[in-house]
């Protein structure tokens, strides 16, 4: 969706051309390239850098904004975990790649990073809010999921009926409570 709703405006502009690379998916803009493009052109941020949202929720974004056991250093993010076991599952839970070493979590992004610069969040929705943030559009990279239970076919026990029906695939509710078809 990135790529079409791109292409749509650099067409609008005429600069196809350009970011044809991008276009044709040879490419992937690297963190400050996403940034720039999505405030000069008006595009949501781009997928890569586009965390799952929607899995958290507005308290744990307050809490991620105001918690202060964490230091930036440019793109790199340590976050002390002595006091912070609700950080760690808040970064599980954005599905953000994270390395854990001596009490601490350290998260390599551009985009992370700004987010914790900012200070106040506006919005009603947590995509609101986290644009408001970035200064860019936000959109939830995962809109509906599907869910499903597997269960495991060799250890399913054999499901009998009372009284045993007559035939292997019995239909309708001919033959009365036995569906024998005799």
């Known amino acids: 969706w990135w790529q079409l709703e791109f292409e749509k405006i650099l067409k609008e502009k005429g600069e196809v051309e350009t970011y044809k690379d991008l276009l044709d998916g040879k490419r992937i803009p690297e963190e400050k390239e996403a940034i720039e493009l999505s405030k000069k052109y ?15 929720t507005l308290d744990d974004l307050d809490y991620l904004l ?18 912070g076991a609700r950080i760690k599952k808040i970064i ?21 990073s700004l987010i ?6 506006y919005g009603e929705t947590i995509l609101e809010r ?14 509906t999921t599907v869910g499903c239970r597997m269960g495991r076919p060799e250890k399913a026990k054999e499901r009998k009926m009372s009284p045993p029906v007559h035939v292997l695939y019995p239909i309708g509710m001919n033959g009365g409570s036995t ?3 005799v």
Request: overall charge negative; some cysteine.
């Open 130 to 143: 986290v644009s408001s943030l970035l200064g860019v559009k936000v959109k939830d990279i995962i809109p």
């Open 179 to 181: 569906r024998s078809i």
């Open 92 to 112: 599980e839970d954005l599905c953000l790649a994270h390395k854990v070493s001596n009490d601490k979590v350290i998260i390599e992004s551009y985009v992370f």
């Open 42 to 56: 008006g595009v949501p941020l781009h997928p890569k850098y586009t965390f799952f949202w929607n899995y958290i």
């Open 116 to 121: 914790l610069s900012g200070k106040q969040a």
């Open 66 to 83: 105001s918690y202060e056991g964490f230091s930036v250093n440019e793109n790199i993010i340590d976050f002390d975990l002595k006091d």
